[in-house]
Nanobody, 111 residues
């Protein structure tokens, strides 16, 4: 795969958790910093988190301490563990690396 493929989105209640996955080819996985972005209705797409090939991470202030980004070399997969979710986290979440973007996975936080 060249284009990433996201999965794991869904409907959760405030305070709940969700784990997103992004699958890439082995070549892509080894060569690129990988990131998560999100876009809520009527808003611009915004940065969430990135992880380098060496495992260094960077987070948006809005998710720092609640979200964790990581990557699994054996499975060529990047993850976003989301805890303490609130309605402001509702958005389509996108995986991106290099010049490639996935189709997105919907995360809805509400009762």
């Amino acid at each position: 795969q060249v284009q990433p493929v996201e999965s794991g989105g869904g409907l959760v209640q405030p305070g709940g958790s969700l784990r997103l996955s992004c699958v890439a080819s082995g070549s892509i996985f080894r060569s690129y910093t990988m990131c998560w972005y999100r876009q809520a209705p009527g808003k611009q797409r915004e940065f969430v988190a990135c992880i380098t090939t060496g495992g260094s991470t960077n987070y948006a202030v809005s998710v720092r301490g609640r979200f964790t980004i990581d990557r699994d070399n054996a499975k060529n997969t990047m993850y976003l563990q989301m805890n303490s979710l609130n309605p402001e986290d509702t958005a389509v979440y996108y995986c991106t690396y290099g010049a490639f973007w996935g189709q997105g996975t919907q995360v809805t936080v509400g009762s």
